[in-house]
């Protein structure tokens, strides 16, 4: 498989749910991990109707788009289940569920369900490796070109898009639909009328639609499933019953049950037609109270989980057994569906399990937290951490939740899940926060290496009174990293930076994690105290103890500044140096998104302007540029040090209007920390050259300010000025504005032409 080196599943049920793990060819980037069983249709349960006529209707269909929505129990599954089995054209399946409200985690699912197909290339995985999150502007781009490029016709099922709430992930579907090959289709199923621009492509005549109407079986079908089932009745008999579910197949699938358990001749129960207020009494009363009530109490014990096998069964329910009695239930019908072909996970029928779910809550409102509690017991010893946080947080155990999320933050951080990992830390209140102040350490870490400046200082703050109130969990470790992460933010100036850094060194071990982030922090506070050849030593230990961990951002990072520290002495061939390896750094790690990348694309142009490769250094004030955004006082000293790296560069190129725009950003930030060392005298330097020339210069590309660069990232996107908007939260208008301004910048006039000429120059993904 090119671009991608696969872990294949091992035999152990672990494996067997969970670990497909890939990784871009380039050695040492992070991994994209995804969910195995959900790049998978069900595989065909016994006693299924056939809906070949609507399969047939949809192949036959020319719109690119198919949208399937309905209640549950109507079968939408089931349709694209059998429809991935008689395709003639290659099939990618996703199976999506609320823990796909990470446009990382549903992009990283879509690609490795699209590379098993036609290799995809290594680009696309390094871009949702990477820790930036930048998916609009990065992901999204690659992948969709990625997928238009694709020699094959292809049909994405995505099942449960109803799952998907978070504007990114629906964006994101939309998006790929605009992307598809020749001849491929993009089908999504969802209970409710999905939050995709359906209208717009109604009325472009790209779009197919399945509604209940067309779910409902006939009484033939009708007839087909109750016989199935074991079931046959009299033709008035059939006839009343289909009118009386409507044509709803999990109805009519609950009344076979209710007749096969109480024999033919047994009268119906109370009628209902697919409302969901009516399926509890039926459940209860038609199917429930005709099984074994131990067959009852496994089936409501296990709800609780949204993915189930033998094993983890009999850990929850503490019995042996329980993969026997899987099978059994799925022999019986009871709305069991495999998830596998080896038949050892599977998971309820949503519809089901919600009944089942309510029956425990309600006859034993006790036993759910405790049956969660031993789930996270089994998925902890597994080593499935975001599991058992689930069901640890479902437990109502908020501090053992805390402390799984403090052993998953670095993973999520590292393969860029950042919406997950935001979500979850927005559970907690903050006297969860306060008990556990290394999780509020890595809150901030992200939130500055994101550009969330506020977000940044608020973690900061709480975790400071956390540690000043009462010893902490994690002891020094929670120690260490604060005080990494008041050296990163550097919101007291300087010489606090150092000291913070100092006693970051002191308490990291030589061989901890953290260790790299120390040394590099240490000597960046140095060098910007002015001390350039302490400072290169200290960062020189950093290259080090990174290297040896393959801590490819830290060491990039201090590559970078020891290529400044160079520069300060005028040793320009260490400089470049420096530089190369900082650039074939990034490279390596795949860390062309990440934040403090800025500053050796920085660093390269400067030390390519002075050996006059003038282009390269174009191109890399670019690369940096499109970094912008983030460049926040979130990291105050490492954003004014770009800029002022940057503006030397443009300014040496004859770009005043761009370097006037970084010394104004660069002011702008230098001016609310206290002290920002040598940045402060470079500052004034800088504004002293840009000051003798009477004209500022004509507006050009990298004048562009940060907020019409990040708005610049949504203009190919189908977004229109009112929905771009609402996603930044600003009124039309103010978008209208800024996109005005863009076109100047690019010296365009319109939309599609600002979009061909920031991709012409780099700062848009081509």
Known sequence: MSGLQVSHASASSRDSLRRLSTAPVLGGSPQVDVIESKLHAPPPRAGNVSRRTLIDRLSRSAAPVVAIHAAAGYGKTTLLSEWSRVENRPVAWVSLDGGDNDPVGLLSHVAVALDRIEPLPPTVFTALASRSGSVMSTVLPRLGSALAAMTTPVVLLLDDVHSLVEHACLDAIAELAQRLPSGSQLAVTSRTVPGLPLARWRANGVLAEIDVSDLALDATEARTLLRNAGVDLPDEAMAELTRRTEGWPAGLCLAALSLAAGGHTRPLGPAFAGSDRFVADYVQAEVLAQLPGDLVRFLTHTAILDRMCGSLCDAVLQRSGSSQLLGSA???????????????????????????????????????????????????????????????????????????????????????????????????????????????????????????????????????????????????????????????????????????????????????????????????????????????????DAVEAAERIDAFPMSSLALAERSLA?????????????TRRARITVERGGLETYLPSSITFAVVARTALHSGNVLLAQQEVIRAHRLRPMLTRAIPWLAAQTMIELAQVQLALSDRAGAWTLLADARDIVARVPDL?????????????????????????????????????????????REIGERFHLSPNTIKSQAISIYRKLSVSARTDAVLRARDIGLLED
């Open 330 to 540: 799925e022999d019986s019908q009871l709305f069991l569906l495999p998830l596998d072909h080896h038949r050892e996970w599977y998971r309820y029928h949503h519809l089901f399990r919600d009944v089942l779910l309510t029956e425990l809550t309600s006859r034993r409102p006790g036993v759910a937290p405790v049956l969660h509690s031993r789930a996270a017991d089994w998925f902890e010893r597994q080593g499935m951490h975001e599991e058992a946080l689930h069901h640890a947080w479902a437990a109502g155990d908020e501090d053992r939740a805390a402390l799984l999320l403090e052993q998953l933050a670095l993973q999520l951080y590292r393969t860029s899940r950042l919406d997950t990992l935001r979500a979850w830390l927005d559970r907690f209140d903050e006297k969860v926060m306060e008990r556990h102040p290394s999780l509020a350490v890595l809150a901030g870490w992200t939130a500055a290496l994101t550009g969330d400046a506020i977000g940044a200082a608020w973690w900061a703050d709480l975790a400071e009174r956390s540690c000043a109130t009462s010893p902490p969990h994690g002891g020094t470790t929670a120690v260490s990293t604060l005080h990494l992460l008041h050296a990163l933010t550097c919101r007291r100036g300087v010489d606090q930076m150092r000291k913070d850094a100092q006693a970051a060194v002191r308490l990291e071990p030589e061989a901890g994690p953290w260790r790299p982030a120390a040394l590099m922090l240490y000597g960046a506070s140095t060098l910007l105290a002015g001390d350039a050849e302490q400072a290169d030593a200290i960062l020189a």
């Open 677 to 721: 060392g040598t940045l402060g005298d470079q500052l004034g330097e800088l504004q002293r050259r840009l000051g003798q020339f009477q004209v500022r210069g004509v507006p050009g590309p990298t004048s562009l300010t940060a907020a019409e660069l990040r708005l610049l990232s949504y203009l190919p996107t189908h977004l229109s000025f």
């Open 566 to 578: 160079a520069m300060s002495r005028g040793d320009w061939t260490a400089a470049e140096t420096l």
